[in-house]
C-alpha cells in the first residue's frame, strides 16, 4: 500500500489515498466492464510501464478494490476483477467521466481511445429518461475498425463490443466527430450534409441517438476577477 497520505481525517482525503494515484482511476475504469488479464490492462492502458501496472495492482487490492481470480481453465491464468467495494465504484466512474467530458478538445493523434472508453462514453452520456419508452439498436464503425452495439429498451442500455444483426442504424464518424455529435457542436443534419458522419437508415435514428446520449456544456470560464 502507498504510504503516501494526506493526513486528514475525511472520506474524500481517503478515497484519493486509494484511488487517487495516477493510473488508478483508469484500471478500475477498465474493469468496471469486467474482469481482465494483466496483458488486457496493458492492452487498454498502453502508455503504462508494466512495473507501475504491477504497483497499482498491488495497491489496489492491498485496499480490497480489487481481487485476484485464478480461471478454470488448462492455462490457469489470473484475471483482476472488482471486488463488491471496489464494483461501487461504477457511477462514479461516470460521473467523472461525464464531467470531465464536458472539457474534452479534440484528440491528438498520440490519444487512445480503447473499446472500454468508447463502450462506457456511451454509459456514460445515456440520458435514460429521455429514453423512456423507446427501442432502439444501434451499430456503432469507429475509425481504426472498432464495432460496438448499443441495445435500448425502455429506458435501460446495453452496450457491448461487435456488431449486431437487424440493428435499426449504423453509425459511422467519419473522423474524431463523435464527440461533436454528442456535445452539440455538430448537428445531425450539418453531420450528414458534410460527411462527417455515415448512416445507413432511417436519419431519424441521427436525430434520436443525439437526444438520447448527450455531453452537456461545460459553463464558461469567468475572465478577471468575479465581482458579486
Given at each position: 500500500m502507498s504510504s503516501r497520505t494526506y493526513g486528514q481525517f475525511c472520506g474524500l482525503a481517503r478515497a484519493l489515498e486509494i484511488i487517487g494515484e495516477r493510473w488508478s482511476l483508469l484500471i478500475v475504469r477498465d474493469l468496471v466492464l469486467g474482469p481482465k488479464r494483466f496483458t488486457e490492462l496493458q492492452a487498454g492502458l498502453p502508455k503504462i510501464p508494466a512495473s507501475t501496472l504491477s504497483a497499482r495492482l498491488n495497491e489496489l487490492e492491498q485496499s480490497g478494490v480489487l481481487r485476484r481470480?485464478?480461471?478454470?481453465?488448462?492455462?490457469?491464468?489470473v484475471v483482476y476483477e472488482l471486488t463488491e467495494y471496489g464494483g461501487e465504484l461504477d457511477q462514479i466512474v461516470l460521473d467523472l467521466g461525464l464531467w470531465g467530458a464536458r472539457s474534452l478538445g479534440q484528440p491528438t493523434p498520440e490519444d487512445v481511445f480503447t473499446l472500454d472508453a468508447a463502450i462506457l462514453s456511451l454509459y456514460t452520456t445515456f440520458q435514460s429518461e429521455k429514453a423512456k419508452g423507446t427501442?432502439?439498436?444501434?451499430?456503432?464503425?469507429y475509425p481504426g475498425g472498432m464495432v460496438l452495439h448499443a441495445i435500448i429498451e425502455d429506458g435501460a442500455l446495453k452496450v457491448a463490443d461487435g456488431a449486431h444483426p437487424g440493428?435499426?442504424?449504423?453509425?459511422?464518424?467519419?473522423?474524431p466527430?463523435?464527440?461533436?455529435?454528442l456535445s452539440g457542436e455538430l448537428s445531425p443534419a450539418e453531420a450528414l450534409r458534410t460527411g462527417k458522419v455515415r448512416i445507413e437508415g432511417a436519419?431519424?435514428?441521427?436525430?434520436?441517438?443525439t437526444e438520447l446520449f448527450h455531453i452537456p456544456a461545460a459553463p464558461k470560464v469567468p475572465s478577471g476577477i468575479v465581482v458579486r
Open positions: 481470480r485464478l480461471l478454470p481453465q488448462l492455462d490457469a491464468a427501442h432502439a439498436t444501434y451499430e456503432l464503425h440493428a435499426d442504424a449504423m453509425i459511422e464518424p467519419l473522423g466527430f463523435i464527440k461533436d455529435l436519419p431519424e435514428y441521427l436525430q434520436l441517438f
